[in-house]
């Protein structure tokens, strides 16, 4: 049913996904989706969860292929990050909107935590320093310029994504001269904002 269910939020969007639909789309009772997800926003929560699952994967697979620069690792997050809002827009938007979903869900919580911790580990990386315990981050142990970094590096990496999915960027690259817009300018933005000496230097 969740396929079924993340089939009918990239054909018809947010407001086409409704617990009928799920239904039909799966073949089965109308009832069967309410019973399996506790009602549509355990549908809704379902399918950011998995989401989030994505977004981890993502970034894992970045992490773990980076020769160590710390440019290049920011750079291919933010593309891949981007390129995942604009193949799949509707679940990006679902994933940010707390208000639709049950945000106290364990499914939801652990899917963000590990989205969340990949993320803070490549922001240790491109500050040229070994990661901290998520524990650590919690309690506000870890150096305050992460803190700052994590939200610079996240707003610029989030931001150009969900522009980029909103159309704002249209014609940018033509004006830029750019063959690959997403991929060249936010190689630009990340070499302008990674520091080029280790934050203890």
């Known amino acids: ?9 990239a054909e018809d969007g947010l407001q086409g996904l409704t617990l009928r639909a799920c239904a039909r789309k799966a073949g089965v ?21 998995e989401s989030f699952h994505m977004i981890a994967a993502l970034a894992e697979k970045v992490f773990a292929q980076n020769d160590g620069n710390a440019a290049i690792l920011l750079r291919d997050f933010a593309v891949a990050y981007s390129s995942f809002a604009k193949n ?6 679902l994933m940010f909107r707390r208000d639709l979903l049950d945000i106290d869900d364990q499914g939801l919580c652990d899917a963000e935590e ?24 919690r309690e506000g142990k870890l150096p305050k310029e992460l803190y700052s970094d ?14 980029n999915i909103e159309r704002q960027w249209d014609g940018y690259g033509e004006i830029m001269g750019a063959k690959d817009f997403e991929t060249e300018i936010l190689a630009d933005i990340t070499r302008r904002i990674v520091p080029t000496k280790k934050p203890n230097d």
């Open 1 to 9: 049913m969740l396929d079924a269910a993340a089939a009918i939020l």
């Open 29 to 49: 009772s109308h009832a069967a989706p309410a019973h399996h997800f506790k009602g549509l926003t355990g549908l809704r929560t379902a399918i950011a969860a």
């Open 88 to 93: 799949k827009p509707e679940r990006f938007r």
């Open 114 to 137: 590990r989205a969340y911790t990949t993320f803070v580990n490549i922001v240790h990386a491109v500050r040229g320093e070994e990661a901290g315990t998520l524990a650590e981050f």
């Open 150 to 163: 994590i939200t610079l590096y996240w707003s610029v990496v989030h931001g150009f994504a969900h522009l």
